[in-house]
């Protein structure tokens, strides 16, 4: 599956189903937020839109008065970004790109991942794949 083949249609139809599937289980560290949803969402929210939509994955860090306080994941798309978690941040918080990981990179490391967020990509390509009824084009 080529990103170039992914129709509009069906891209925002993935996009909905990540965004359905965020929940406590998935969440990177800290305690849910109803009010916030995509607070903590940003790694497997990208890797499983990167599994079903293809691209490379965008590596940044979040910057508060000029301090780093964490990192944050989006994806790249035919050269267009898609952040599908970037409202999670206020006004206060800076994202900067570090680096962009291309496809090939992932396919090859996901295995030495951290357990923890493999599981957290696990859990939820299952719930989208769930929803759109068929398992992702990449593992």
């Known amino acids: 599956m080529t990103t170039e ?3 509009a249609i069906d891209r925002s139809v993935v996009i909905d189903a990540i965004r359905s599937s ?3 289980a998935t969440i990177a560290e800290g305690d849910w937020d109803a009010g916030n949803p995509a607070r903590g969402q940003c790694e497997p929210s990208s ?3 990167w599994r079903y939509l293809g691209g490379d994955l ?3 860090r979040v910057l508060v008065g000029g301090e780093q306080v964490e990192h944050h994941y989006w994806n790249r798309i035919n050269g267009q970004d898609l952040d599908l978690t970037q409202e ?3 006004p206060e918080y800076i994202v900067e790109e570090l680096r962009a ?3 090939g990179f992932l396919t090859e490391n996901m295995a ?3 357990p923890e967020m493999l599981h957290r990509i696990d859990l939820m390509s299952a719930k989208v794949g769930a929803i759109l009824g068929h398992a992702p084009p990449r593992p």
């Open 101 to 103: 990981v291309p496809n």
């Open 47 to 49: 890797f499983v839109a």
């Open 5 to 7: 083949g992914v129709a």
């Open 112 to 114: 030495s991942m951290k």
């Open 22 to 24: 965020w929940c406590a």
């Open 88 to 90: 999670q941040f206020g």
């Open 58 to 60: 965008v590596l940044g």
